[in-house]
């Protein structure tokens, strides 16, 4: 039997993970307000955009064989677990890390670029997701989950916008690493 997370039906892989947990935690230490409040407005909107991913992953972990799809499907669901479903999770991981460890301590924003270029990744692939899921020689679910993943553009948007948010504020308060580089 599959291990399952302490989330009902939640998935092996997925963004809840014990580095998330942990980062959650440390966010009721941090003594910086405006840092917080786009902290958590960040991670919330994370955890909205999973709602819709979740059950991409999950069908995924439920069906790793393939037994019996078409190649067009096939080639469907390999695309939103590996463009989609990665990458956003992928979002979450860089998130995790924009939060520091104690309060006063700098972030190393090293990689925030990539972030950022990761983000415009997921927005083109949220729109050819949902080019997909007008695809007729595709087959349910793949068609349904592509196109709910093309719904995520203005998800992407927003996350791109928290996430330029997170890195002013951070910048703001001098609890950014770039100047030590």
């Known amino acids: 039997m599959a291990r399952r997370s302490a989330l009902q039906d939640e998935p092996e892989a997925t963004i ?6 942990a980062t959650q935690a440390r966010l009721h230490l941090l003594e910086e307000p405006a840092l917080i409040a786009v902290l958590r407005l960040t991670f919330r909107h994370l955890e909205e955009g999973w709602k819709t991913l979740r059950p991409i992953q999950g069908f995924h972990e439920a069906n790793r064989g393939r037994e019996g799809m078409d190649l067009a499907t096939v080639a469907v669901l390999y695309f939103l677990e590996v463009e989609v479903v990665d990458r956003f999770r992928v979002l979450a991981l860089e998130m995790i890390r924009a939060v520091p460890m104690t309060p006063g301590t ?11 270029s990761e983000a415009d990744l997921i927005r083109l692939y949220f729109r050819l997701a949902g080019l997909m899921g007008k695809m007729g020689d595709v087959a349910e679910p793949a068609r349904s989950f592509a196109a709910a ?33």
Do not use: C, I, N
């Open 106 to 116: 700098k972030v190393s924003t090293a990689g925030f670029d990539d972030v950022q």
């Open 149 to 181: 993943a093309g719904e995520l553009v203005p998800w992407a948007v927003e996350f791109e916008r928290l996430f330029s948010e997170v890195e002013s504020t951070l910048k703001g308060l001098g609890l950014d690493d770039s100047e030590e580089e």
């Open 16 to 21: 809840y993970g014990p580095d998330w947990h």
